[in-house]
Nanobody, 115 residues
Framework: QVQLVESGGGLVQAGGSLRLSCAASRSIFSINAMGWYRQAPGKERELVATITKFGSTTYADSVKGRFTISRDVTKNTVYLRMNSLKLEDTAVYYC?????????WGQGTQVTVSS
């Protein structure tokens, strides 16, 4: 089973940018889909963006036009580029892989947007 490690979170001012990385323990070429989810304090975990092995992407309405998901199969890594960050983007961001019918989660990385 693949293992995922997120990185790139941190503290950023509103309007700023961050790039999150999700490094997989093996090739992601055949993984059906990978995605980014987030969970803010007191809220349920929600989908942010997904990318399939064919390169198709989906985004939550709240991040469309600001966030971009991408993947580099040579580095076994999925990225989430986040621009124009807002206070409401503050959350723990998790990477998820749909691998052989199973969901595999990373440990999460904290993103805090300050005013």
């Amino acid at each position: 089973q693949v293992q995922l490690v997120e990185s790139g979170g941190g503290l950023v001012q509103a309007g700023g940018s961050l790039r999150l990385s999700c490094a997989a323990s093996r090739s992601i070429f055949s993984i059906n889909a990978m995605g980014w989810y987030r969970q803010a304090p007191g809220k349920e975990r929600e989908l942010v963006a997904t990318i399939t092995k064919f390169g198709s992407t989906t985004y939550a309405d709240s991040v469309k036009g600001r966030f971009t998901i991408s993947r580099d199969v040579t580095k076994n890594t999925v990225y989430l580029r986040m621009n124009s960050l807002k206070l409401e983007d503050t959350a723990v961001y998790y990477c998820r892989a749909t691998d052989s019918g199973n969901y595999v989660w990373g440990q999460g990385t904290q993103v805090t947007v300050s005013s």
